[in-house]
């Protein structure tokens, strides 16, 4: 579990870039063979467009934000080091918007928006802290 | 009558796409099932294959290359109307998203 910020940033773009691409060819492939429906047909999931494509442009903004300011960045002579290190750090908090946005979409589609999905979500979630608790376990007194 | 069917059977004259489509008509389930039948086969398929070449199978790759090789046939029965429903068609794209995301966030790619 030894994840860095910076994985986490990639993996999160990368799952948003995955779903903007998933999401123009299926259009594309609707408006270029004059298919009879088109994904677009769907309100959630021209929403998920919509708002996946401006927290990407969002998120482009911050890090060329983030950047100008590690160029900015002046250091007196005589001072040492720079005094704060906020200059390298990257806002992930848009990116992670985008995947509460993605998620959503199966949320919809497949559970139906009802309580299935929390069942799931806890199942899940209840299965990930007994995998963990296991580990714990077998790191501690080998295997059981 | 000796040959009794069980339903009317469709105007072969009319083409091959007149066929498929009397035969989803009479049960709604055959794309569904179908392209159920494509995931299943490339995901087990190819994870199982590599788990016997390589020792260890990337199950999330894996279902990525499935769910995208759903898609595609998903996307072609969307051009003529009555193949398959607008909610399957989404639920093969959320499942593609689904799939990216377990792929992403997975440990193996960090590894790369």
């Known amino acids: ?144 | 009558m000796f040959l009794d069917y069980l339903y009317n059977l469709p105007n072969s004259t009319e083409g091959i796409d007149a066929i498929a489509l009397e035969t989803i008509n009479i049960f709604p389930g055959f794309v569904p099932m179908l392209l159920l039948f494509i995931f299943l086969v490339v995901f087990i398929g190819g994870s199982t294959r590599q788990k016997i070449t390589r020792g260890s199978g990337d199950y999330a790759a894996w279902a990525v290359i499935a769910s995208i090789a759903t898609l595609l046939p998903a996307l072609l029965f969307s051009i003529t109307a009555g193949f398959i429903q607008l909610d399957w068609l989404i639920i093969v794209v959320s499942l593609n998203i689904l799939s990216a995301i377990w792929f992403f966030l997975d440990k193996r790619v960090t590894e790369v």
């Open chain 1, 1 to 144: 579990m030894e994840r860095s910020q910076i994985t986490i940033t990639i993996a999160l773009i990368s799952i948003a870039l995955f779903t903007i691409s998933i999401f123009g060819f299926a259009i594309g492939f609707a408006n270029d063979n004059d298919a009879t429906m088109s994904i677009t047909d769907d309100p959630n999931v021209a929403q998920l467009n919509l708002d996946t494509n401006s927290n990407i442009s969002t998120f482009k903004e911050d890090s060329e934000d983030t950047y100008q300011s590690i160029l900015d960045t002046t250091i007196e002579p005589g001072s040492g080091v720079a005094q704060s290190t906020g200059s390298f750090s990257i806002s992930v908090g848009n990116i992670v918007g985008v995947v509460k946005n993605i998620v959503y979409l199966p949320y919809q589609t497949i559970f139906g928006g009802g309580s299935g999905f929390g069942i799931f979500f806890t199942t899940f979630l209840a299965f990930l802290v007994f995998f963990v608790g296991l580990l714990i376990y077998k790191t501690l007194r080998g295997n059981p």
